[in-house]
């Protein structure tokens, strides 16, 4: 026999009540569970007594940014793409907006490049031969970066850059595009991810020495504070520490006090605390380990919060938010059995929405093998849209917020973070840890140490190390990216440069030069260098004649 649950006493009435906020059995959920809640016991009448903890949207935000999270918005459904030419990727975005219709998610995208342009290098360097649009998109012109967002409304739909090493220059082709389609800056919203601490500690994709680069980044968040207000200017990424083989509390250590090695940097510049902040965002992975995920995001902003107040003086409540984005991890993929992946993703974008995150990418089944095809991209996307609209999971605010078990990892994982982030403090802070190879080192002996877990059975992988029953998939499709399109990249880029007055090229690249010797912010330099043809490898190189090329230390 069936019977339907009674309505709670301080539920909603009928007439009011959004089918958003309501279960399938009929339970109309209240906004947030916490020690302002009288549950009652069904078995024996009796109060349930509650932790008490801060809700949603106070000091020091454990529970979430926002009061009411996503019952009045949802997450971000931001999806990484890029491949092969400009064009090639700006058919994969309008393919990707088409099927994000119909969400009530706002749907941002996120723009990969291939290796040569987070090199800084151009499409026809000798270096970029073989890998031209292999692992993103090539962009070497802002030719180029009218092709790779022809057609977007671009003051409409926020835009992510995942590159560091040359993001400013990237980021002054952006803004140049923009002008020069008649888009004004201050509509611009979207994030860049312009981190170049963690391409030290675990990426490698860095081309100046720390100091000199750190310089650069403060150079954009300066910029982003004058002209673009709906401008993320940095985004400080864990992601890549924990792929390189981090655990989970070091990837929480390492990027908060990267973050904090940035508003030291600003603040030495003389930027105002509270002019800055309020626009620096977060980039975490989600892994396997569900509960430890939920936590480490719930810890990160509670120890951002505080930093912000007590170590930095910010007075703005928004400088002491903690906005992230999430990315389930593509590390935990594997090519063994790869329709598994597709579990996988969903558990760990479930981590990053029950964590709090403000926006999510979730990885295609197939990327271990090549990048994604149209159909795992779909699935990706579709994983997130059932993850909102089917599980329930957007209807009340942090609803593990209470749990013992939550709580209690969450204190745990907070206080071993803050004695890494001590000990980075002592040895100077995080450049001068990069000079010491401590960051590298420490992600080796973690990652070390999972890879024996995994050698002995210790730590099962379902597919690779146990399950093997001998059926994986390997019919899988491939994405391929043909030879000609490096071919035709070349074939644009020399047309370009023959199109261009060469006297207006040299004085750009002089200016740039000259802004990096005066220790200027290099921005405008750059963006006026985007209008007068500059390529991506002559801005990069015109600063690595002033700063110098970074080849690491002899521990490296």
Not at 463 to 472: E, K, L
Request: with cysteine.
């Amino acid at each position: 026999m069936t019977t339907t649950p009674k309505q709670t006493t301080n539920a909603v009435a009928p007439s009011k009540v959004s089918p958003d906020t309501v279960t399938i059995s009929g339970y109309a959920l209240q906004e947030s569970y916490g020690p302002e809640t009288v549950a009652t016991s069904t078995a024996t009448n009796q109060a349930v007594p509650q932790p008490r903890i801060a809700a949603a949207g106070q000091f020091p935000f454990t529970r979430g940014v926002h009061k009411t999270m996503y019952r009045s918005r949802l997450w971000t459904m931001r999806q990484f793409a890029g491949f092969g030419s400009a064009d090639d990727t700006n058919k994969r975005f309008k393919y990707l907006l088409e099927n994000a219709k119909g969400t009530q998610a706002n749907t941002g995208l996120s723009t990969a490049f291939d290796l040569p342009t987070l090199m800084g290098r151009d499409s026809d360097d000798p270096l970029a031969c073989g890998e031209v649009g292999r692992c993103g998109v090539a962009i070497s012109t802002v030719d180029d970066m009218h092709r790779l967002y022809a057609d977007i409304p671009i003051g409409e739909v926020t835009v992510s850059q995942t590159i560091n090493g040359p993001a400013c220059v990237i980021w002054a082709m952006y803004l140049a595009m923009a002008r020069e389609r008649g888009i004004s800056w201050d509509s611009l919203g979207g994030t860049l991810q312009n981190d170049i601490l963690k391409e030290f500690h675990s990426q490698n994709e860095f081309i100046y020495p720390p100091e000199a680069s750190v310089k650069l980044v403060v150079d954009t968040i300066e910029f982003a504070s004058l002209h673009l207000p709906k401008w993320n200017s940095v985004s400080i990424s864990g992601y890549h520490i924990r792929e390189a083989g981090s655990n989970a509390v070091q990837e929480l250590a390492f990027t908060l006090r990267d973050g904090m090695e940035y508003v030291e940097a600003c603040i030495k510049r003389g930027l105002p605390v509270d002019g800055f902040a309020p626009r620096l965002s977060f980039f975490f992975n989600s892994h396997n380990e569900f509960f430890e995920e939920i936590c480490k995001l719930r810890a990160a902003r509670r120890i951002w919060a505080h930093a912000m107040r007590d170590r930095f003086g910010a007075k703005n409540e928004r400088s002491l938010l903690m906005r992230t984005h999430v990315q389930t991890a593509g590390c935990s993929l594997t090519e063994q059995q790869p329709m598994n992946n597709i579990v996988r993703v969903a558990f760990q974008a479930m981590a990053g929405v029950l964590g709090g995150c403000q926006s999510l990418h979730t990885d295609s089944m197939d990327e271990t093998l090549g990048l994604p095809t149209e159909q795992a991209v779909r699935v990706a996307l579709r994983t997130q849209q059932i993850l909102a609209h089917e599980t329930g999971v957007q209807r009340t605010v942090d609803p593990l917020g209470g749990s013992w078990f939550i709580e209690s990892l969450t204190d745990q994982m907070e206080a071993d973070a803050k004695a890494i982030i001590q000990e980075i403090d002592a040895m100077g802070g995080v450049v001068a840890g990069i000079h010491k190879g401590y960051f590298r080192r420490a992600i080796s002996e973690a990652s070390y140490r999972y890879g024996q877990e995994l050698e002995s059975g210790d730590r099962i992988i379902v597919g690779v190390n146990a399950y093997q029953d001998g059926a994986d998939d390997h019919s899988v499709p491939i994405l391929q990216i043909p030879h000609t399109v490096e071919a035709e990249q070349c074939a644009r880029l020399a047309e370009f440069r023959a199109k261009r007055d060469a006297g207006d090229v040299k004085r750009s690249l002089e200016a740039i030069r000259a802004s990096c010797r005066g220790g200027s912010n290099v921005m405008d330099s750059l963006v006026e260098a985007s209008h007068r043809k500059c390529t991506l490898g002559e801005m990069v190189q015109a600063m690595g004649d002033v700063y110098g090329r970074y080849g690491g230390g002899p521990e490296w």
